[in-house]
């Protein structure tokens, strides 16, 4: 009973506080609350970044990809992404509107992840460098993530000139729905 009459009373105060303030004192604490809600969201997605990052277990998954001209272009993300599950990565990039060599119209490529390097700076940004060594050679990766949105760009390089650069977001490995064409 005490519990109930202390929950009632609450809540008239806080109907009361709202009720004689001006458009212009709502309209700041709403910005205030929006302005508090986001500080706590970017710093639940730090906190996961690193979860992520630290333990090799996350995708991105890609909105662009370009190639070393820089041409971006609009990419699904279920078939354009990067797999780093403990030592273990998988790539694939293609458009989906047609079968390809992997049956999703692109290309498709898993290996055994190597050398993984990571830091960080103040701004809560990783850095994370590493190869893949898969039956079609050896490729290094660069990804730079931003913590707090969860944005991830990515370079993949191999042994020759060509490099191939994703633009997407990083996704816990037990969130995303990517789907793997065919390996050869």
Do not use: W
Not at 48 to 66: C, G, H, N, P
Request: proline content about 1%.
């Amino acid at each position: 009973m005490k519990k109930i009459v202390i929950v009632m009373m609450s809540v008239l105060m806080i109907a009361s506080a709202g009720y004689g303030q001006s458009k212009k004192e709502l309209r700041a604490r709403e910005k205030q609350a929006k302005k508090e809600a986001r500080a706590r969201e970017e710093a639940m997605n730090k906190e996961l970044t690193k979860k992520m990052i630290e333990s090799r277990k996350f995708v991105l998954e890609a909105d662009f990809v370009s190639g070393k001209q820089g041409q971006r272009i609009s990419v699904t993300r279920t078939f354009n992404f990067i797999v780093v599950n403990g030592d273990k990565v998988a790539f694939q990039f293609a458009d989906g509107s047609h079968v390809g060599y992997n049956g999703v119209g692109g290309s498709f490529e898993e290996g055994n992840l190597r050398e993984y390097k990571f830091k960080t700076n103040k701004k809560g940004m990783y850095f994370v460098d590493f190869r893949i060594v898969s039956s079609g050679g050896t490729l290094f990766v660069h990804l730079s993530a931003i913590g707090a949105t969860l944005r991830v760009d990515a370079t993949i390089k191999g042994t020759s000139s060509a490099q191939l650069n994703y633009s997407g977001y990083l996704v816990p490995l037990d969130k995303s729905r990517v789907y793997k064409g065919v390996s050869f």
